[in-house]
């Protein structure tokens, strides 16, 4: 089974910085390792459905970034090592979430086809 582990969260004044990676292991049930897929960035706020951040193609060639993180977060992989980073500058209290990881690029895809970390909990806070 595939398997997606997030880390790198924690408290960050305003305009600080984390990096958040997101590590995988195993086979999908379709016997496919992470690097077959697109690889997603989504957060989810307390009372707020989950969205996403950042996403970033199979061979990294593309990415997406949510308007409301352009220019500040930046997304990387190195399939080499089944890893996933995405950079968070400028950071905004509204950028305070759990952020996850998945195997596509929309929260609908990742929740019908997809595998999800268990989160790793970012807050922006003086």
């Known amino acids: 089974q595939l398997q997606l582990v997030e880390s790198g969260g924690g408290l960050v004044q305003p305009g600080g910085s984390l990096r958040l990676s997101c590590a995988a292991s195993g086979f999908t049930a379709s016997g496919f390792t992470v690097d077959y897929y697109a690889i997603g960035w989504f957060r989810q706020a307390p009372g707020k459905e989950r969205e996403g951040v950042s996403c970033i193609s199979a061979s990294g060639n593309s990415t997406y970034y949510a308007d409301s993180v352009k220019g500040r977060f930046t997304i990387s992989r190195d399939n080499a090592k089944n890893t996933v980073v995405l950079r968070m500058n400028s950071l905004k209290p509204e950028d305070t979430a759990v952020y996850y990881c998945?195997?596509?690029?929309?929260?609908?895809?990742?929740?019908?086809?997809?595998?999800w970390g268990q989160g790793t909990q970012v807050t922006v806070s003086s």
């Open positions: 998945a195997t596509a690029c929309t929260v609908d895809a990742a929740n019908r086809f997809g595998s």
